[in-house]
């Protein structure tokens, strides 16, 4: 059965309609992106409360509680609770370079498995531990699950979707991060309240939840037609899969276009040496440039220590994490608003508009928290509302821009020689940054306090420049056929177009 959304031909398009079998496919493979929100908004949440503090981080609760000479800016600042954060990021980095091997080999279906059982084990770990280093442990094979899922993912998306609607599902993903981080505040919020202090332990054991629907769900996912050709020289299984999934039988171009792109991946037996080539410098340079300033932007500050920044600010426990619930729904909201409108306004647009957004609002908490806080005592009432509501404006900027964006358009643009070391580095480069954000961000607050916004949004400024001067727009283009907006951009033009004319001239 089909959803009466059509693909026609015609300007590079496929024929083709929206289907259920897409749709629900889609939504099966997209619970990865829960299990990474979810991660996000829990970790951020335990790490307020003052049993597991007292249990794990006496250090840092004692700070909190007993120490009143301590700096405002400086009560969490400690390297073993970011280290606790922080641990998962490393894993998924390594993670994510056995996750290219297993995607492009054994194809995307096994790769979201392995990340949802090795999510499912950590999260059992986390819900169980005694200890700091059972914490840490548990952190690092979620870590493994998530570097398998944000692998592969995105791939899975991009590969479904038919080129008109790319843009809506892929930014699923990001969506479907909202979500996860949403209800890991709403859960964070209900259990924190639970008496006896063990409140904690569900939140961590919870995650288990979407990591069991990833892990059955991902059995009875189908493969892509992309990576049917890629394993397979049986090109009637793909053509079989491809007219189920745009419910026509006509999608010769499109499996002709796959068929192509296929055989010169076979051709690559070391794409990583591959996507240094000039050829795919715009590319490479984007793989790098956008999970890079993704991180810069300051979200994981927000997503990550949320809780923590409001307590700073003088919220007390229940509050801070009913204001993260709120900063929740607003994120999943502003995604799911940047899914209905990425195909018809671009990429560029919303990149712009959310760049201007995140750099007003930074701006303006930087200065009230400059202004109104100083190192003890706290904010009055109004400011702390105020910051509040500055902190959902930044991070709706962030859902319909980078958030969203930061995942689709490296995950779009690779030729399938380069597809899955491509998104190694994209995801590679993600997981360093958040790394280095997560564990720097709490000793930087103490440091630069509220100049902490200041240099987050001097990053903003920076990458909506790059954004306006260096991407092209890329909406609606077929991925097969992606290559060609490089050859037709002002700056890009003249890197990729010079290797075409040594390539015809070397072939003459």
């Not at 629900?24 to 997209?30: D, K, T």
């Not at 699950?145 to 993912?153: D, I, K, L, P, Y």
């Amino acid at each position: 059965m089909a959803v009466a959304l059509a693909v026609t031909g015609g300007g590079g398009q496929y024929n083709g309609r929206m289907t259920w079998f897409v749709v629900l496919s889609c939504m099966m493979a997209a619970m990865g992106g829960v299990i990474f929100g979810y991660d996000i908004g829990i970790s951020g949440g335990v790490t307020s409360m003052e049993p597991f503090l007292k249990k794990f981080f006496p250090e840092v609760y004692r700070k909190m509680k007993v120490d009143t000479k301590i700096s405002n800016y400086c009560k969490f600042d400690s390297q073993l609770l970011t280290s606790f954060t922080s641990s998962l990021y490393i894993a998924g980095l390594v993670a994510t370079f056995f996750a290219s091997s297993v995607t492009k080999v054994f194809g995307r279906k096994p790769s979201i498995l392995t990340g949802g059982a090795a999510f499912l084990a950590g999260s059992a770990l986390g819900g169980a531990a005694f200890n700091v280093y059972m914490l840490i442990f548990g952190r690092i094979l979620l870590g493994i699950g998530v570097g398998f899922a944000n692998q592969s993912v995105p791939l899975y998306l991009s590969e479904m979707a038919p080129p008109r609607y790319r843009g809506a599902i892929n930014n699923g993903f990001q969506f479907s991060i909202g979500i996860g981080a949403l209800v890991a505040n709403l859960i964070n919020f209900g259990t924190e309240k639970i008496e006896g202090g063990w409140g904690w332990r569900i939140s961590l054991a919870m995650a288990g939840v979407p990591a069991s629907i990833l892990t059955l769900g991902a059995l009875f996912l189908p493969e892509t037609p992309s990576s049917l050709i890629q394993s397979s020289s049986d090109h009637d299984k793909a053509k079989q899969l491809l007219q189920r999934v745009r419910g026509t039988t006509d999608v010769e171009a499109e499996l002709e276009d796959l068929i192509k792109a296929s055989s010169i991946s076979k051709t690559i037996k070391h794409p990583f040496k591959k996507i240094i080539q000039r050829k795919y410098r715009p590319q490479l340079v984007m793989a790098i440039a956008i999970p890079f300033f993704q991180q810069v932007t300051g979200i994981n500050v927000i997503a990550f220590y949320a809780t923590l920044l409001f307590r700073t600010i003088g919220i007390g426990e229940s509050a801070s994490l009913l204001s993260s619930v709120v900063t929740g729904v607003i994120g999943a909201g502003s995604t799911f608003i940047s899914m209905l409108i990425v195909d018809n306004f671009g990429r560029r647009a919303l990149f712009m508009v959310g760049g201007i957004q995140m750099l007003i609002s930074q701006i303006l908490i930087g200065g009230i928290m400059a202004t109104q806080l100083g190192d003890h005592g706290t904010v009055s009432q109004g400011y702390a509302y105020l910051i509040i509501i500055l902190i959902c404006i930044y991070v709706a900027g962030f859902g319909w821009s980078w958030g969203p964006l930061g995942w689709l358009v490296p995950s779009e643009i690779y030729q399938l020689e380069i597809r899955s070391a491509g998104q190694s580095i994209t995801v590679a480069v993600s997981f360093i940054f958040t790394f280095i954000v997560a564990q720097t961000f709490l000793s930087m607050l103490c440091h630069l306090k509220a100049g902490i916004f200041f240099f987050f949004g001097g990053w903003v400024i920076v990458m909506t420049a790059f954004v306006y001067y260096l991407l092209p727009e890329t909406k609606n283009v077929p991925i097969e056929q992606m290559e060609n907006v490089w050859k037709e951009h002002w700056f890009w033009a003249g890197i990729v177009g010079e290797e075409d004319e040594k390539i015809k001239i070397q072939g003459v």
